[in-house]
């Protein structure tokens, strides 16, 4: 008999990543009970006297999250702390402070990276965040930007992934698929242009996708909206990944299922022109196509009069008993299953 | 008569890391009051009540701060975590939390990553830091870990490089030059191995200054002494660049001028020893060499009776007016002007 001497080796992409993080994290311990919250929300939360701080990190790599073909380096910046300041509007906590590391090939001179600061910049001081650390090194390879927002809140208002109950209302901030459309476009362009250099292409029938795609918004405002309407949602999650995988999420952390209603899902009317141009199913792209930094959450039915008519939320859904499973409810009144990747039918 | 139409381009090495930083972070505000400090120290200062917080975040790149030959991945993640709490420690604040963010190309497989947040762990358990979060994402080329961590003090207890005043104290913890030392003794052997594969080496020798490179520890124990002993640094710096370097950031932050004294830098006989096989000047490995995260920090004269005695700390000279400069005195009496990367004779 001959023995297996070769080392097991399991590559990332099986695994993928959330379960990447669940095993790799599993078996920390938390030793301090300021320690309020560890790795599975949007945000990590510690308490500090009665105070609580949200803190979240975010890593940014150049040719997996973001090409510079087409992605300008202040656009990138700005984007970069929008994705983080997400996160801590995703805790209803306001976003205070920002560490910002850079790694960089000798390929960027320093103008490129005052650039990149440039937006860096903007963010900070459209959101009033202080910039207060960060590292800056050189690669071998490409650019690559990690950085770690904080954030505060009293401990009576930080909103977790895990607070929904059956028969919550399910809401969502602004319109969604925008972003991702955006992305199609800018590909389709880049594409056009490696064919033909001397084009000119005229964008400005998707000028709102593209600006969707290359300078998302956090929702800092609906935490200020939050506190002025008096609502405190009972689960929240950004929509990063896309509304499914979202939905999935908080259905998950609160153990409940829920039902969403295809109809109710806000789009932009360029989305929809946009969907029928590329022959795209709008409803497929909101439920899987991500980066609409958009907040995706549920409260309880007797705060439905606090919000309605409020043009800023869409109530698309509500939460169930989890033996009822999570579903979109199509037009066609047909109920599927929501899959992390959109829905399947049964 | 042509115009130059090529666009300025100022190379980051050109710049330097300080400067850099200092170029990218100009003109950003602080908007809260609750940020204390931000970038020009071992961490920045958040005030939470009438506590503070430390954050401090930190980038290493493979090929740039590892070698992965001769680093075993456990170690890494150690060292990686090491290298933050560190900073923490050189505010006089005790770490608490970290979150890791890791970007690894293809070329690692699960156990791998496994392999390295084993190293992570123990340093958590070592060190009873919890960690809260974190990013895994791929990369094209490499493996790239992004660290920050936070840690708690009194307002009271905050020590920054700026507080060192004339005639201080400057001490310094452990002994140092071992790390950088270590390092040599690895691309020495790593060489050989390159010719040799079959070479066994014996590294029985360095053992300690191997593990001052592979396995540095921060140094905790110091401030939890410091309060034990009821001293209060004036001013504080971890070495991880090298003595001299560390000494000029306290000076310039301090406006103070200092007398740092050759023959009382605490040297390893390891150090000395190998130092001699490899023919360097043992001084030039002290004050330029890195990475020993010891403790460098100046206290006022009366607190000397203190520490007097303590084997945990050296004094090593003491602080002067500004205007006097930063110098090493030698062995043979001699005054030389401090400079980052050693000394300059007159």
Redesign the interface.
Known sequence: MFENKE?????????G?FK??E???K??????K??I???DDD??V?E????Q?V?????L?????FDLSYMPLKHLGYKAVMVNLSDVCAMNATP??I?V????S?R????A??EL?SGI?LA??TY???????????????L?I?I?A?G?AKASEIVYRSGAKPNDLLVVTGDIGGAYLGLQILEREKQVFQINPKSQPDLSAYDYIIERQLKPEARKDIVDLFKKLEVKPTSMIDISDGLSSEILHLCKQSQTGCNLYEEKIPLDPQVIRTCEELNLESTTIALSGGEDYELLFTIAQEDYIKIKGNPNFTVIGHMTDKKEGAHLITRANQKVQLIAQGWKSF
């Open positions: 080392e097991q080796r399991t590559s990332i992409d099986q695994v990543e990447l993080i095993l790799l994290t078996g920390f311990k938390h030793y301090h300021e320690t919250k560890g790795v945000a990590a510690i500090v006297s009665n105070h701080q803190v979240t990190t975010d890593l790599v150049e040719g997996i999250h205070k402070q560490t590391s850079i790694a960089a000798n960027f001179p320093l103008e990276l005052e600061y910049k900070c001081d009033q965040v202080d910039l207060i650390g960060g590292d800056t090194t050189s690669s071998n390879k490409g690559l990690s770690t904080i505060q």
